[in-house]
């Protein structure tokens, strides 16, 4: 426990005590006059010069000089230390919010910080660097940014956090209708009952689970590939063995087969499975998810480093300052009228 001021600076002030005691050591003293009936009976003495040597009234100097430094005491911002406001000192969190979603509302992340303010930019990274520069400038505490945002893939990425210092936390809060679930439909070639079937499927991607769900199935009069043989027993083998890879089914481009293919029969099933799979090869880029993931939000996101040195804050205790200043003015007072102390 102890005693720290807000502003320390204010102390130059305490040189004002030597202000009441000049006043004290130059004020004469007041002299009583005494009425004589008749000054012939007086001896005439030479005038002296008196030098006020000794300090009268030592009790109301010391009063004033006390009142002067209780009130540069006061100006200071004197503030009690004591183990529960470190901790609370501690606690304090000054917050900066970034809106990459203009339509949340950032009032509950507001309310709960000791300092707070929000930064809203065309581009995330630009509000985050101002933010940065903001938390840079609070005092000691707790500083994390927090971002609201829907964060659509291609908008957000770790490079918008690079400026963010480690002693800065940074915690992502998800809004808005962003959804890390993707949707698509794909179209399957298979084989069926003796023939060939192209089967349109429903894929519903997130995180932590895919599910497939088979929407039609459209039976074909003809396979829409053909697989050339050397031989006619060779020839054969490769329709027994597009058959094969038909079975385990063969994704199609989004807009199916316009045109039957063709390809040579490379003597293994596997072998033409991966053939198959470079002509009708599509581009996966699309299937990702609208949004980042939590996994990769949780990759981003930090918490903040702790203040090592608390900032103390006014807690009204210059009031019980000043109001011992006002009882000493009350007790002055009283002093100067008519008590006189020896």
């Known amino acids: 426990m102890g005693i720290t001021f807000l502003q320390p600076a204010v102390w130059w002030a305490a040189l004002a005590v030597a202000l009441p005691i000049a006043i004290h050591l130059l004020t004469r003293a007041t002299r009583t006059p005494v009425t004589f009936p008749s000054t012939r009976f007086l001896e005439a003495t030479p005038l002296a010069a008196v030098s006020r040597r000794v300090v009268e009234d030592w009790p109301l100097l010391l009063l004033r000089v006390a009142m002067v430094l209780l009130a540069v005491a006061a100006l200071a911002g004197p503030v009690l230390v004591t183990p529960a406001r470190e901790a609370a000192w501690r606690a304090r969190v000054a917050r900066a919010v970034v809106l990459e979603d203009r339509t949340a509302a950032p009032e509950d992340e507001l309310r709960s910080a000791a300092?707070?303010?929000?930064?809203?930019?065309?581009?995330?990274?630009?509000?985050?660097?101002?933010?940065?520069?903001?938390?840079?400038?609070?005092q000691p505490s707790t500083r994390e940014i927090v971002v609201l945002s829907t964060f659509r893939r291609g908008s957000t990425d770790a490079a918008d956090f690079a400026v963010v210092p480690a002693s800065i936390g940074v915690r992502l809060v998800r809004t808005g209708n962003?959804?890390?679930?993707?949707?698509?439909?794909?179209?399957?070639?298979t084989w069926r009952d003796g023939r060939a079937v192209r089967v349109t499927e429903r894929l519903l991607l997130s995180p932590r689970s895919t599910d497939v769900r088979e929407e039609s199935a459209q039976p074909l009069s003809e396979v829409p590939i053909r697989v050339t043989a050397a031989t006619p027993d060779q020839q054969a083998d490769a329709d027994a063995a597009l058959r094969a890879v038909l079975r385990r089914g063969l994704r199609l481009p989004p807009a199916g087969l316009l045109e039957p293919i063709a390809v040579e029969w490379p003597g293994t099933v596997e072998g033409l499975a991966r053939a198959l799979e470079r002509r009708l090869a599509v581009s996966l880029d699309a299937w990702e998810p609208e949004t980042l993931t939590d996994q990769e939000l949780a990759a981003i996101a930090r918490p903040p480093a702790p203040s090592e040195r608390p900032t103390p804050v006014d807690a009204g205790d210059r009031r019980m300052v000043w109001a011992l200043v006002l009882g000493l003015l009350v007790a002055e007072l009283w002093m100067r009228q008519g008590v006189t102390w020896r």
């Open 115 to 138: 300092v707070s303010s929000t930064f809203a930019r065309a581009r995330l990274r630009d509000a985050v660097a101002d933010a940065v520069r903001w938390a840079e400038q609070q």
């Open 178 to 189: 962003g959804s890390a679930v993707r949707e698509r439909r794909i179209g399957r070639l």
